[in-house]
């Protein structure tokens, strides 16, 4: 499940990602994450040009299978146009999911 989406530069921002297990169509319990990550990177450089990063300490849970990543407001203050995100979830029982799509971050007019 891909899910675009816009913010202003230095906004907090809240995402939320329905974590489903990719084989059997199952909620991934996330109480049982084995790995978390979440990242934005240059868009077309590929998933290792990370300029923000969210890691198991760092992302919430809602729901047992619902992830919250909070963006805080000096995660983007610098980032400006288009950009990645990856999220990924791996448990310990080896169950996958994972999701990317597009970021676009705006001059904040204030």
Do not use: H
């Amino acid at each position: 499940m891909n899910t675009d989406f816009t913010m202003y530069a230095g906004d907090t921002r809240f995402l939320r990602f329905e974590c489903i297990n990719e084989v059997d169509n199952t909620p991934i319990d996330l109480s049982n994450a084995q790995d978390m990550n979440f990242s934005i990177t240059t868009f077309g450089r590929g998933s290792n040009d990370k300029l923000v990063t969210k890691t198991v300490g760092q992302i919430g849970i809602e729901d047992t299978n619902v992830a919250v990543i909070v963006l805080n407001e000096a995660d983007t203050e610098n980032l400006r146009g288009k950009f990645q995100y990856y999220f990924q979830v791996t448990d310990f029982g080896g169950d996958n999911f994972t999701t990317s799509g597009l970021c676009i971050i705006n001059v904040n007019g204030i």
